[in-house]
Structure formats: structure tokens, C-alpha cells
């Protein structure tokens, strides 16, 4: 079964680092795009940024670069999220995904988030 | 402020039909296919619709999605009370490097 399993609910304090996980299992993590998608509280989906295991490549969305760091290793097939210094306003819900791309059984484009992990809450408060 | 706009509610009773809508522009919905996902009541978001009017394996044929210029629609026949979720859709755009992009949400009520 394909499936991305990411780490539990954080609870942190302003200025606080973190570091969140999303494990992927049942294909070949190092040719897939992961994607990290923020969704603040009863807003959204917000693309941060992508990642493509197999060489570390990763593009940030303008509104997130400079404020997160996205990595992986492929040994472990897990990609990272990271904050050096979190805010109130990280409080949201953090989802990775799987971008499939690739052409279906009717040679349509299948270009999308295909697979999501269940999602991480990170919340932050003093 | 989302660069694709959808309406923010919507609404239908079972049975009865119901359409979302999302408009883009030329550099995201003009040029490439839209995809749409369900994301029901506390779980992550779910691929309904791919290439504007693919369908995953497993996603009812209640569900059908059509693009046309710079707008694509997500059409649900035979509405059911589980049918209760947030849809959005989602392209990438050309004029940021390629990056995807979402709409705002829809949420569906069924009434």
C-alpha cells in the first residue's frame, strides 16, 4: 500500500525550533515530488514547497521561502519540514503529499497530489 | 487571497445536482489541466478529479470535472449527505515558475 505517514502534534512556544517528518512506504520514494501544504485553522491549502527526494531538489512558494527548510533522505524515505524559529502564526494543520506525474491507462496526464499523508498539527503558544 | 476563486459555499439537498466553480487566468487555468480534492470533515485533503475530468480509481461517476478557457467546474449528481466536505481545486500557474497553485475552498452543505 502506498501511503505517507507523517510525525505527531507538537505543542511549542514562540522562538522554538522544529522539525516535522513525513515517511513514505510502497513505491519508490526517490521519484516522487513531495509537496508540504500548510492549512491554518478553518482557512485553505497552501503549497510551501516541493522537494524531489532523488537529488534534493526543492522550489519554495515566495510567501514561505526564507521562513521554512525542506529536506529528505532517501535511505530512510522521509522528508522534513523545518522551522528555526517558530510563531504564533505557524499554528496550522501540515500536510505532505505525493506528486504523481505521469501519463494514466487512457494517456491522460496524471499531474496532482495523489497521495496525503494524515496530516501534522503544529501549534504554537506561549 | 487565493490565485484561483471559487465560490465559498454551496449548497443542495440529496439527490439534487450541484456545481463548484474555480476561474483562473491564462497563465494557470488557461494553459493547464485542474485538479480537484475532496477533504472531508477532520481528515486530509483527497484526489477527486485529475486532468480537469479524470477520475481516480474509486471516486464515484457522481463526480465529473470540465474545463473551459480559464474556468473548470466540479459537478456532483446525485448528491449525498456524505457528499459533506471542502472541495478545491488546483493548477499549476506559468507565471510562478510553475508552482501550484489552490483555490480558496468550497464548502458543501448538504441540506
Known amino acids: 500500500e502506498v501511503q505517507l505517514v507523517q510525525s505527531g502534534a507538537e505543542v511549542k512556544k514562540p522562538g522554538e525550533s522544529l522539525k516535522i517528518s513525513c515517511k513514505g512506504s510502497?513505491?519508490?520514494?526517490?521519484?516522487?515530488?513531495i509537496g508540504w501544504v500548510r492549512q491554518m485553522p478553518g482557512k485553505g491549502l497552501e503549497l510551501m514547497g516541493i522537494?524531489?527526494?532523488?537529488?534534493?531538489?526543492?522550489r519554495y512558494s515566495p510567501s514561505f521561502r526564507g521562513q521554512v527548510t525542506i529536506s529528505a533522505d532517501k535511505s530512510i524515505t522521509t522528508a522534513y519540514l523545518q522551522w528555526s524559529s517558530l510563531k504564533a502564526s505557524d499554528t496550522a494543520m501540515y500536510y505532505c503529499?505525493?506528486?504523481?506525474?505521469?501519463?494514466?491507462?487512457?494517456?491522460?496526464?496524471?499531474?496532482?497530489?495523489?497521495?496525503w499523508g494524515q496530516g501534522t498539527m503544529v501549534t504554537v503558544s506561549s | 487571497q487565493s490565485v484561483l476563486t471559487q465560490p465559498p459555499s454551496a449548497s443542495g439537498t440529496p439527490g439534487q445536482r450541484v456545481t463548484i466553480s474555480c476561474s483562473g487566468s491564462s497563465s494557470n487555468i488557461g494553459k493547464n489541466p485542474v485538479n480537484w480534492y475532496q477533504q472531508l470533515p477532520g481528515t486530509a485533503p483527497k484526489l477527486l478529479i485529475y486532468?480537469?475530468?479524470q477520475r481516480p480509481s474509486g471516486v464515484p461517476d457522481r463526480f465529473s470535472g470540465s474545463k473551459s478557457g480559464t474556468s473548470a467546474s466540479l459537478a456532483i449528481s446525485g448528491l449525498q449527505s456524505e457528499d459533506e466536505a471542502d472541495f478545491y481545486c488546483?493548477?499549476?500557474?506559468?507565471?510562478?515558475?510553475?508552482?501550484?497553485?489552490f483555490g480558496g475552498g468550497t464548502k458543501l452543505t448538504v441540506l
Open positions: 510502497g513505491y519508490s520514494f526517490s521519484t516522487y515530488w
Open positions: 522537494i524531489y527526494p532523488g537529488d534534493s531538489d526543492t
Open positions: 488546483s493548477t499549476w500557474d506559468d507565471s510562478l515558475d510553475g508552482f501550484w497553485v
Open positions: 503529499a505525493r506528486q504523481a506525474d505521469y501519463y494514466d491507462s487512457n494517456t491522460y496526464p496524471l499531474r496532482a497530489f495523489d497521495v
Open positions: 486532468s480537469s475530468s
